[in-house]
């Protein structure tokens, strides 16, 4: 009983060993090339220089945003901080959102310089810049989406 004991260890050892034997080399990465200062400012995402849809299509994700915070603080779902929290992220999305140069360019950099000044009904130019953007969107033949939760009807 105890040779068996001995060679069952044996038996997961060597087959580790044979297993790490016959894996197939690593193929050898290339270093990055070029200024590594010039990539650490590099944009995340490039934008599509004239895709009005992208553009949109992020206005829709900001705004939904918006409308489910509002929404879960009326009611009650999150506090006045956890609110303050996204809304400051939200500002923060708004006024560093790529922009590219399509018909609906012009509208996204209005509301991302309003944004600053507060993304709430109580920010005119913000609201009206929104305005803007839907119509903009709309010419454009792309919409702008915001989605319910379902505890909000949707």
Known sequence: MTRRM???????????VIAGCSAPEAEPTSSPTGDPESSAMA???DVPSSDANWE?????????????SEWELE????????FDARAAGLVDAWTQ????QSDVSPALREASAAAPD?????????ARAIDML?????????VVIVGALPEMGG
């Open 118 to 126: 507060g993304i709430g009904r109580d920010n005119v130019a913000f």
């Open 6 to 16: 001995a060679i069952l260890p044996a038996l997961l050892i060597a087959t580790f």
């Open 43 to 45: 944009p995340l995402m």
């Open 134 to 142: 839907g119509s903009a969107c709309d010419a454009a033949g792309s």
């Open 56 to 68: 949109c299509g992020h206005v829709s994700a900001l705004l939904g945003i918006q409308t489910r």
């Open 75 to 82: 009611n009650g779902v999150i506090d006045q901080a956890t």
């Open 97 to 100: 959102l790529p922009q590219g």
